[in-house]
């Protein structure tokens, strides 16, 4: 067997990152001792968080340290097994980072079942982007039947979850996304009511035209102009969970303009809107339940899902700048081996 290859953080990136920033490298092969697993990784989920992690900033994560393998969910089969819990050929996801192998204990693994979803898909619809539009949607942007949902990001890994459960409650679905082709596919594949490109000229109106009777629930996932063409639509008392800002993901200083902060904080006082900011992780105790749901959505055919294969461990870095910049069709995946 050839050595471990991984991705490491070797500088801290402003801006976009790139090979200054992390390194591909070969090292030793990890030995898996008394009470560990030794694992191979199959596919890598890649996300926008781990923009985040790569800088020194206080979070709600610890940022990765440089020297260090950049952190990363992934489904990996287990190789060599020196516990009763897991078997040689299980697979299991967790956090095991950029690596084509690790070594790690059971209780920081998940045995995920291939007869409920193929593997890739327990780091998309059935994993933490599906759970993340489950959390955000059920505790914060509870939607009511007949109400207008309006999801950014819409056909990434988790815009097109939380516009198929909206769906399913009975909303409107308005998506909004960077290309035409995507507008396509989340009404054709989704079943969207519509969806609007916020890179054309006229974006504003035609969110407009889409959204006649306002706008009740925003899922945030973008922040930057599609968040302030929002705000001019959203009725009283709507719910907007704040899920993430990725136009500001590689920003690296503020933007010229007004400082807008006091006429949104009267929108908020006016309208009594009810703004959110979650984290999935921090309501783990409905996994269970989320698991279970759209393992039957899945088998039932209630939601659909599309995801982005990129071939190659040597490819991670290229496709995690991809998906900075939009070039992701669906939940992004590495298929390592
Ligand atoms: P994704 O949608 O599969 O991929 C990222 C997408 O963001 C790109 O395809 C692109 O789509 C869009 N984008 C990139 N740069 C942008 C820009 N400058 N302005 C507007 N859109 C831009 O990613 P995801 O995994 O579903 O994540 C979506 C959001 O959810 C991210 O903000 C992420 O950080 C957040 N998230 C939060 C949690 C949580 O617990 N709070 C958990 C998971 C994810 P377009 O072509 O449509 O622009």
Redesign the pocket.
């Known amino acids: 067997m050839s050595g471990n290859q991984q991705f490491t953080l070797v500088q801290r990136p402003v801006g976009m990152p790139d090979d200054t920033h992390l390194r591909l490298e070969e090292t030793a092969m990890p030995e898996a001792g008394e009470g560990e697993v030794l694992l191979k990784t199959r596919y890598l989920s890649l ?3 781990m923009r ?1 992690r790569m800088n020194d900033t206080a979070s709600y994560a610890t940022p990765v340290a440089l020297g260090e393998v950049m952190t990363g969910e992934a489904v990996s089969e287990v190789l060599e097994s020196h516990h009763p819990d897991l078997s040689p050929g299980d697979l299991v996801i967790g956090r095991t980072g950029w690596q084509t192998h690790s070594m790690a204990t059971p209780d920081s693994l998940y045995r995920i079942d291939p007869d409920i979803a193929p593997p890739s898909a327990w780091l998309g619809v059935i994993g ?2 599906g759970f ?1 539009a489950y ?2 949607l059920r505790e914060f942007g509870r939607p009511q039947p007949g109400e207008t949902v309006v999801v ?9 979850v939380v516009g198929q459960i909206a769906k399913m409650k009975g909303c409107r679905v308005v998506g ?4 035409e082709d ?1 507008c396509d596919y989340v009404k054709s594949e989704y079943g969207f009511d519509a969806c609007v490109n ?1 890179k054309d000229e006229d974006f504003e109106e035609q969110l407009q035209e889409a959204c006649p009777d306002g706008i009740d629930v925003y899922f945030e ?6 968040f302030e063409a929002v705000m001019t639509l959203v009725n009283d008392f709507a719910r907007i969970p ?9 920003q690296t200083r503020l933007p010229e303009g007004p400082d807008r902060l006091i006429p949104f904080m009267g929108q908020i006082l006016i309208k009594r809107l009810m703004f959110r ?5 921090d309501h783990n105790e409905l996994l269970p339940e989320f698991r279970r749901e759209m393992g039957q959505w899945l088998k039932e055919g209630k939601v659909k899902y599309r995801e982005d294969v990129v071939e190659g461990f040597e490819n991670t870095l290229n496709a995690f700048q991809g ?6 069709r ?3 995946v590495v298929r390592v081996s």
């Open positions: 996300d926008p968080y985040g933490m982007p993340t959390v955000g950014s990001a819409a056909s990434g890994a988790v815009g097109q909004v996304a960077g290309a995507k916020y996932n973008v922040g930057g102009k599609v704040v899920c993430g800002r990725i136009a500001h993901y590689n900011g979650f984290i999935q992780s998906l900075l910049q939009g070039n992701n669906g939940k992004l």
